[in-house]
């Protein structure tokens, strides 16, 4: 197989777990997302493994569920991502470093300066997951009274790219002479001053920081929404995606390249990698039944907690043996809320049956042995269903150690991955090129 359809492997880590029941699992490490020993471990143990990156998300708020559904969760405390990416930068040399920043909360020569000073730490290992926070509550931290449209904020988005990509650009990269003979520092010949003014976003600049090592961190991005695609096929460079069945995620992955290709971009600089649960076993009865018992530790007041947060309506008062009523639009995730109503339908679940599932995990899953998970994630890429996947693990650490001393080696025996690292910085490990100033 050629070397640009080998797959391309992130690891997903979230404040808010993949599994509410993965921290109740036998042997599993219950502070796992807010102990820097284990995250350094999980970090070192990805590199070990030769994945592109770790992908730290982020949340604004505590979740809005009730108290009864939020005290058997561990969503209530969590690392800032760029403090805990920095730390680990230091930890490790090649794994690329992702964190997720708002463009709704936060103002873009913040980002532009974080980002921008995690890749200088790095040596270049720095992406950006652009985000436009869906949880209502988060405006409330922010001094707002209620949360931004859907529309706008996606259309501030956009803006808010532009201007910390031009931030970025600030300087040349041959900008700094540092010559003590002459006493020259700059050229100021190679400094270019942004001064933007825009309908969300008035930004004069220029940073206050040489241009990062990967001249830009790589975009991320994580919508699937209608806005959410656009976005993407207009800036992003690695798309987390949602699909949950290879159709869809064909689908998506169609979707999205084609609309690169519609504005002139080539579709080789965005790789696409869906999140992927993934149980392993000897054989695949003794995954299934591991998944079980993760679902089986699932209480039901945190089950109706998440479907409320996915439909971004309260599913606390429906009849639980009943099938879901009618849905009204909300100004939540649009792509989420599409997706729970299109489970719902298609396996007919009631909304017990449709909470269980959304408290433990309802998206794309891999449950098996080495082999068979291996043959999914083949057929995925050759048949361009993905670039990749984001990987996230049912408990840690027992299903991160699983994933990288069964699975890729397994992956590396079909030249599906590769052995070691070819390049330093995270653009090299994707394939991506290095952008061209703009200015200079």
């Known amino acids: 197989m050629s070397r640009d359809r080998q797959l391309h492997l992130g690891a997903f880590m979230r ?86 920043a708002s463009t709704t909360f936060d103002a873009p020569y913040h980002i532009a300066r974080r980002f921008a000073s995690l890749d200088h730490i790095s040596g270049g290992r720095a992406g950006w997951n652009i985000v436009t926070t869906s949880n209502p ?47 020259l520092y ?113 209480h039901y007041e945190s089950a109706i907690a998440s479907l409320s947060i996915a439909l971004g309506i309260d599913a606390s008062g429906f009849d639980p043996d009943a099938k879901l009523p009618p849905i009204p639009e909300t100004n939540a995730s649009k792509s989420g809320r ?10 007919g679940l009631t909304v017990r049956q449709l909470a269980q599932r959304l408290g433990g995990y309802s998206g794309l899953a891999f449950i098996g042995t080495p082999a068979t998970i291996a043959d999914e994630m083949e057929e995925w890429l050759e048949t361009r269903g993905s670039d990749g996947f984001n990987v996230m693990f049912p408990y840690l650490p027992g299903g991160l150690d699983d994933f990288v001393d069964r699975v890729v080696p397994e992956l590396q025996r079909r030249d599906l991955f590769r052995k070691e690292y070819e390049g330093t910085t995270l653009r090299d490990h994707l394939g991506l090129p290095r952008p061209k100033n703009r200015f200079f």
């Open 338 to 347: 599409e997706r729970v109503l299109e489970l719902a339908e298609r396996e």
């Open 137 to 183: 509550d988060a405006a409330l931290n922010f001094g707002l009274d209620e949360h931004m449209e859907h529309g706008e904020r996606y259309d501030r988005a956009r803006e808010f790219y532009d201007v910390v990509t031009g931030l970025w650009d600030s300087w040349a990269d041959d900008a700094f002479l540092r010559d003590a003979g002459s006493g």
């Open 15 to 100: 404040p808010v777990s993949i599994h509410t029941g993965a921290w109740r699992y036998p042997g599993a490490y219950p502070d796992a997302n807010f102990n820097f020993g284990h995250l350094k471990r999980f970090a070192q143990t990805l590199e070990r493994g030769c994945f592109d990156a770790f992908f730290m998300a982020d949340h604004l708020a505590v979740l809005n569920m009730p108290v009864e559904a939020l005290k058997r969760s561990h969503t209530v405390t969590s690392f800032e991502p760029f403090t805990l990416l920095s730390a680990l930068a230091g930890a490790t040399e090649r794994i690329g470093l992702v964190a997720t």
């Open 186 to 298: 700059f050229d100021p010949d190679k400094l270019h001053v942004l001064d933007h003014k825009g309908p969300h976003l008035s930004v004069r600049g220029p940073l206050n920081i040489a241009r990062p090592p990967q001249g830009w961190p790589v975009i991320v991005q994580a919508g699937a929404s209608e806005s959410g695609r656009q976005l993407a096929a207009e800036t992003a460079e690695m798309v987390f995606a949602a699909g949950s069945t290879l159709a869809a995620g064909q689908r998506f992955y169609a979707d999205v390249k084609g609309r690169m290709e519609a504005i002139g971009r080539d579709r080789d600089h965005l790789k696409i990698l869906p999140g992927a649960f993934v149980v392993i076993g000897d054989t695949v009865d003794e995954a299934r039944a591991k998944r079980a018992t993760l679902d089986s530790l699932v």
